[in-house]
């Protein structure tokens, strides 16, 4: 199973500079959100908003290589057709309130994992729960200073050929109770 967390890096900021005008603020925040989930196709499936950030999943176990391959290119375009898309937002807009203004200070970072999920039902909503999801909510938290950036762990980044991973950078994070886990970190242009 590959795990894919999309997080718009600067909005708790954002939020915070903007109550004024939070219904700008929110209304910009759910259309980059709609925007990512429009971004990712099959094999990548939706499987919840988590205030600004967007959880996915690919089933990869018919073909691996080929799943991961479509992932990682999928992931690493959405990185510039977010700026496009916040681009796109800012030049759009006559509106001189502080949201509309200050969007462009939003970037998407997104964290790739490969690994093992149990999916459970709580009311209406599918849940994904293991050590995996953990890593990867964890993976959020980390030491590289870019505010946009796409990380692939080792186990993900293992599935795609060598040449894939040009351009991108060794990092270990250490987290309590995971230990160290080995990390591509990609600066997409």
């Not at 796109?88 to 997104?110: F, M, S, V, Y």
Request: charged content about 20%; some cysteine.
């Amino acid at each position: 199973m590959a795990l894919v967390l999309f997080d718009i890096s600067g909005y708790t900021e954002f939020i915070r500079l903007n109550q004024g005008t939070l219904a700008h603020a929110s209304e910009a925040i759910a259309q980059l959100l709609e925007h990512i989930v429009e971004g990712a196709d099959f094999p990548l499936v939706l499987n919840k908003f988590e205030g600004d950030a967007a959880f996915m999943y690919a089933e990869t176990q018919s073909d691996e290589k080929r799943a991961a391959l479509q992932i990682a290119q999928q992931v690493l375009a959405l990185v510039p057709g977010f700026r496009a898309k916040v681009a796109e937002l800012a030049g759009g807009t006559t509106c001189p309130c502080d949201a509309c203004q200050n969007i462009t200070n939003l970037r998407l970072k997104a964290v790739v994992h490969a690994g093992d999920v149990a999916f459970r039902r709580i009311r209406q909503f599918e849940e994904l729960t293991g050590e995996d999801v953990i890593i990867v909510h964890r993976l959020l938290k980390n030491s590289v200073s870019a505010k946009e950036y796409v990380l692939m762990t080792e186990a993900f980044s293992e599935l795609l050929d060598p040449a894939m991973l040009s351009g991108s950078r060794m990092v270990t994070e250490v987290y309590e109770h995971l230990g160290p886990i080995t990390l591509r970190a990609f600066s997409p242009t």
